[in-house]
Each structure stands twice: as C-alpha cells, then as structure tokens.
C-alpha cells in the first residue's frame, strides 16, 4: 500500500505524540507513586518499550513509523526514503511530540506550558546518546534486513534496555529530546542541554548508517 505524504506525516505527528505522552506521562505517574528513583525509571521504562511495540505495528504500514528525527536521517542517508521528505517528516516529529507532552500536563492537571529545570549534560550523557542512537538505528536497519515484521519487537526491546545501560537513558531522538524539554517532571531535560543531546544522536545515526552499510553487505552484493 502506498500513502500520500499527508497521510504520512499524520502518522508521523500521532506516533510522535504518542511515544512522548507515554514517555512524559508514565515518568509523571512513576514519580507520584514512587520515591525510589530506580522503581520509578522501571515504571518509565516499560510503558515505553510496550508502546514502541503498538505504535511501530499500526503505524509502521504508513509512514515507516520512525517518530524520530535521527532515523528519518538515517533512512535518507541509506537513500531508501528522498530527501525532499526529511523536512517535512522532522517538522511532523517534532510537533507531535511538543503535543505529547503537553497532553500528558493536561492529562495529570499540571501547568500545560513548562520548560524543563532538569540537568542532563556532560561528557558521559553525550557518548551515551551516540551509543543509543547508534544502537537503535542499527537495530532498525538490520532488523528490516533480517527480519522485517520482529522490528517492532526488536526497537521496543532494545529502548527497554537502553533506557538502563546508557546514562542518559537512552533519549536516541532529537524530536523528544526538544519535546521533554518542555516538560519540566521525571523526564524533562533542560533546554540548554537539548542541542549536544542532539548533535550526539546525529552523529550516532550517521555513524550507524556507515558500519551497518557494511556490515550488513554481503560478500554478493560487494562484488
């Protein structure tokens, strides 16, 4: 089936929204119910894997369901998606999720407008999101390569993961990197941290795009 770019970016916006409201309202109910910070990243954690699950399945047949910023890059640089829709799908992810989290205020009765006060930033944050970002869009490309329809399993999993091996909890996305930056709970990320967190994803997308470019070429295909 084949879907017009309107369509398309729709599923963008609502996937986006989607992913971030799981992500900003599970950390707003984790730290109500919770002290222990390791119980409430728990409670973070898992609604998101299971989420990415739902939402790459239903939305996937439609727009690719990258709800991210770093593998639609990705995807260009692989020249499997043109670039004259990189523009459009970012502008979708971003907006949608800048909607997630002010759904997720409303949803729990707090102040929609916030900017975030939560410090995330250093050496260690940065190779955490070019690690998990790295991770992520490796996983995507050779999950689509070896095993189309685990992907959603195979990226609901691997952010489970990340969200606890990597000291920045795995953001691996410019679109809720900015989103969460305008949520100041459990989530949020200050503003004036949003752009390393940023340059680290692309460069941990790019770099993902050129080692599984090859690892993922068979000795066929190279000659």
């Known amino acids: 089936m084949t879907f017009t770019l309107p369509r398309r970016l729709t599923a963008e916006f609502l996937g986006t929204a989607f992913l971030v409201g799981t992500v900003v309202g599970s950390g707003i109910m984790a730290d109500k119910l919770t002290d222990d910070v390791a119980l409430a990243l728990l409670g973070n954690t898992l609604p998101t894997g299971a989420i990415l699950v739902v939402l790459i399945t239903i939305l996937g047949p439609i727009s690719g369901a990258h709800f991210n910023p770093a593998v639609s890059l990705a995807f260009v640089l692989n020249k499997t998606m043109p670039l004259s829709e990189l523009a459009p799908y970012v502008m979708a992810q971003i907006a949608g999720g800048v909607a ?17 006060t939560t410090a995330r930033t250093g050496t260690g944050q940065w190779i955490a999101e070019i690690v998990a970002t790295f991770g992520l869009v ?7 390569r070896f095993r189309g329809d685990a992907v959603p399993w195979l990226v609901g999993l691997y952010i489970t993961a ?6 920045s909890t795995s953001f691996a996305n410019p679109a809720v990197a900015i989103a969460r930056g305008f949520s100041d709970t459990f989530a949020g990320i200050r503003m004036m941290d949003v752009p390393a967190f940023i340059l680290a994803q692309i460069i941990g997308s790019i770099l993902a795009v050129l080692v599984l470019g090859w690892l ?7 000659t």
């Open 162 to 167: 990340a969200y606890w091996f990597t000291a």
């Open 100 to 116: 997630g989290s002010l759904m997720a205020h409303a949803m729990f009765d707090l102040t929609l407008f916030q900017l975030s």
């Open 138 to 144: 490796g996983t995507i490309l050779a999950g689509i």
């Open 216 to 222: 993922l070429r068979s000795t066929t295909e190279a």
